[in-house]
């Protein structure tokens, strides 16, 4: 089996794309450039008879995850995050849902087949919107994509001599200025079995395991 992600399709335009739809550039970031590579090896070896199942996952969230999401709710937490990008969207999927559906893609999968097992879809505004429900904690402005990508053009210039955190990089701010990594998992759940569970279910437990990392109560 390999691992691809959604993010080998890059912004899709609000579109929800299926398994079919092919992406070739250019890409926004290194991730999905050499993410995009490793999935079209991957189907060379399945042209040439290797019995491969691939896999294309989307935005994947949950206790334990140390990525930006992590990074991300504890700013929130903390009210240290200032703002948002409007329709910047994912297919969210909690951990254990993903960590089942490789399991599986393995027992069920056509050999030869791709799937996609992201989540549910989802704006990050959604996702704050179901946060400050939840915690009382005013959700960050979402501001239009646009601002991003302006940004963006001036760390570009800034990066040349000053070192950026990752989300301030041309690149992070490129790719949150309205970026849609989004795909239908009705293949995975028609032959797969597969069943995410909905954001605020999932959210709800991630919220509590990082509030406790916080030393606040749940």
């Given amino acids: 089996m390999h691992t691809s992600t959604l993010g080998v399709n890059e912004d899709t335009g609000g579109k929800l794309v299926d398994e079919t739809y092919r992406y070739n550039g250019p890409f926004y970031?290194?991730?999905?450039?050499?993410?995009?590579e490793a999935q079209h090896l991957a189907e060379s070896f399945i042209a040439d008879g290797l019995p491969l199942v691939i896999v294309m996952p989307g935005l994947t969230y949950g206790p334990g995850d140390p990525s930006t999401v992590h990074q991300?709710?504890?700013l929130y937490l903390q009210r240290q995050l200032p703002m948002i990008p409007q329709r910047w969207a994912f297919c969210w999927a909690h951990i254990d849902d993903m960590a089942r559906a490789h399991i599986l893609a393995m027992e069920k999968g056509k050999p030869g087949e791709t799937y996609i097992i992201g989540g549910p879809m989802h704006t990050v505004v959604d996702a704050m919107t179901e946060l400050e429900q939840m915690t009382g904690i005013p959700a960050p402005r979402a501001v239009p994509a646009v601002f991003f990508k302006t940004m963006s053009v001036v760390m570009g210039v800034v990066e040349i001599f000053v070192p950026l955190p990752e989300t301030y990089t041309r690149e992070g701010l490129r790719g949150m200025a309205g970026v849609t990594y989004i795909g239908d998992n009705s293949k995975a759940r028609r032959e797969l079995g597969y069943n995410p569970r909905p954001l605020k279910e999932g959210l709800a437990e991630t919220l509590q395991h990082e509030m406790r990392l916080l030393g606040m109560r749940p």
């Fill in 72 to 74: 991300t709710l504890h």
């Fill in 29 to 36: 970031s290194e991730y999905t450039r050499t993410k995009a």
